[in-house]
T-cell receptor, first 113, second 116 residues
């Protein structure tokens, strides 16, 4: 079975600071993909960043980057220069073996002005 | 513009009633999914369909039913057998085309179902 664990139900960060959200996963597949989704108060799911497991280089999208540790099965999201608009629920998700996406329980991020 | 449309945005159900949530996509995506979201529970898979006229149960299918008669449509019926249906429901889709860009999902804007 594939699982995704987000151990931080809530996090907070000061505006302009950096925050890291944690995610660990488990899969027996060798080929898989990891995602971070953002869900703002509108509840629309927005893809933030994607990482292919076969790539050693960590993915980066503007202020968002990941720390992908394949051996440790860890996939953390770093948000730099946090902005008020970053306040949202963040979900880590795993795609492998062509089965449906498996999601973690989410981390609610608050940004303090 | 291409996307996924879920309707209605808010839905109220009386005890013992069946209700149907609509999900329509014009992205020509092959696979469609229904997830339920509860506070602190993340997104849990209810049903999914990878091709027309075929669908599979997810982790929490009891009390729900689906159909996939058209590629564009994947309605979800919440039956009276679902004991705790109050939740936020998200529909998603993806293409079968190979490539990392197609392994993530496109989501609808969701339906909030409340039992009254």
């Amino acid at each position: 079975a594939q699982t995704v664990t987000q151990s931080q139900p809530e996090m907070s960060v000061q505006e302009a600071e950096t925050v890291t959200l944690s995610c660990t996963y488990d899969t027996s597949e060798s080929d898989y993909y990891l995602f971070w989704y953002k869900q703002p108060p509108s509840r629309q799911m927005i893809l933030v960043i994607r990482q292919e497991a076969y790539k050693q280089q960590n993915a980066t999208e503007n202020r968002f980057s990941v720390n992908f540790q394949k051996a440790a099965k860890s996939f953390s999201l770093k948000i730099s220069d946090s902005q008020l608009g970053d306040a949202a629920m963040y979900f880590c998700a795993l795609f492998s073996g062509n089965t449906p996406l498996v999601f973690g329980k989410g981390t609610r991020l608050s940004v303090i002005a | 513009d291409g996307g996924i449309t879920q309707s209605p945005k808010y839905l109220f159900r009386k005890e013992g009633q069946n209700v149907t949530l609509s999900c329509e996509q014009n992205l020509n995506h092959d696979a469609m999914y229904w997830y339920r979201q509860d506070p602190g529970q993340g997104l849990r898979l209810i049903y999914y369909s990878q091709i027309v006229n075929d669908f599979q149960k997810g982790d929490i299918a009891e009390g729900y039913s689906v159909s996939r008669e058209k590629k564009e449509s994947f309605p979800l019926t919440v039956t009276s057998a679902q004991k705790n249906p109050t939740a936020f429901y998200l529909c998603a889709s993806r293409s079968w085309e190979q490539g990392p860009a197609n392994y993530g999902y496109t989501f609808g804007s969701g339906t909030r179902l409340t039992v009254v």
